[in-house]
């Protein structure tokens, strides 16, 4: 990874505190680069949106098959199949059109990533480059518009928050029931991961 950074933050004293008052980028986007990834991120990420992040080379062929078989049975999208490495080629590809040929181009990309970089560089690329919503791309960015944070600073509950609204940010940020029960559902599924000791709530303070 050839750079810490894409754009800066401008700071603010508030009672004597440090607080970030507005991101400056190249382009309209908010985007801060940030090599401080917290690793609950990474340990959160993986049993949520690809359990065999480490067993594959870009393409998870029996979650894609799965995903396709469920797709058929209900006669609509209800799961998307697609792996961090390839969400992180649609996030660089900046491409959400459902076309073939974005497909393709984002599972070439995905193979690329692979083959460049380690496990956990490709992580650090996703959370770098990935969409939080209102403009935000990376969870620097996300962390100092939502909480007023660095990364480094979030408790686990808001991790699990941020971690939450990236299936669809413009949807759950407007949609605060479904993001309740989503955060709660992924809270379980860490539970039983092992990842964390006990459930937590939304309004959990950890």
Same mark, same amino acid.
């Given at each position: !990874?050839?750079?810490?950074?894409?754009?800066? /933050?401008?700071?603010? &004293?508030?009672?004597?505190?440090?607080?970030?008052?507005?991101? /400056?980028?190249?382009?309209?986007?908010? =985007?801060?680069?940030?090599? =401080?990834?917290?690793? @609950?991120?990474? &340990?959160?990420? /993986?049993?949520?949106?690809?359990?065999?992040?480490?067993?594959? $080379?870009?393409?998870?062929? &029996?979650?894609?098959?799965?995903?396709?078989?469920?797709?058929?049975?209900?006669?609509? /999208?209800?799961?998307?199949?697609?792996?961090?490495?390839?969400?992180?080629?649609?996030?660089?590809?900046?491409? $959400?059109?459902?076309?073939?040929?974005?497909?393709?181009?984002?599972?070439?990309?995905?193979?690329?990533?692979?083959? =460049?970089?380690?496990?956990?560089?490709?992580?650090?690329?996703?959370?770098?480059?990935?969409?939080?919503?209102? $403009?935000?791309?990376?969870?620097r960015s996300a962390s100092l518009f939502y909480f007023d944070k660095e990364p480094e600073k979030l408790n686990t509950n808001e991790i699990v928050f941020l971690i939450t609204i990236?299936?669809?940010?413009?949807?759950?940020?407007? $949609?605060?029931?479904?993001?309740?029960?989503? @955060?709660? !559902?992924?809270?379980?599924?860490?539970? @039983?991961?092992? &990842?964390?000791?006990?459930?937590?709530?939304?309004?959990? =303070?950890?």
């Amino acid at each position: !990874m050839d750079k810490n950074f894409d754009g800066f /933050v401008i700071y603010t &004293k508030t009672n004597n505190k440090n607080k970030a008052y507005a991101i /400056v980028s190249e382009n309209y986007e908010c =985007k801060a680069e940030t090599s =401080k990834i917290p690793e @609950k991120f990474k &340990k959160y990420i /993986v049993p949520i949106e690809d359990k065999r992040f480490y067993n594959h $080379n870009g393409i998870d062929l &029996k979650g894609t098959t799965r995903a396709l078989l469920r797709n058929f049975a209900n006669l609509k /999208v209800l799961e998307g199949g697609s792996t961090l490495s390839q969400q992180l080629a649609r996030n660089l590809l900046k491409d $959400n059109s459902k076309t073939l040929i974005r497909k393709i181009r984002e599972t070439l990309i995905a193979f690329k990533l692979e083959y =460049k970089y380690s496990k956990d560089e490709i992580l650090n690329l996703y959370f770098n480059n990935v969409y939080f919503g209102k $403009n935000l791309r990376g969870v620097r960015s996300a962390s100092l518009f939502y909480f007023d944070k660095e990364p480094e600073k979030l408790n686990t509950n808001e991790i699990v928050f941020l971690i939450t609204i990236l299936r669809g940010p413009n949807y759950y940020l407007n $949609n605060i029931e479904a993001t309740i029960r989503r @955060k709660n !559902m992924l809270s379980e599924l860490l539970y @039983k991961n092992h &990842k964390y000791s006990y459930p937590q709530s939304l309004d959990s =303070k950890s």
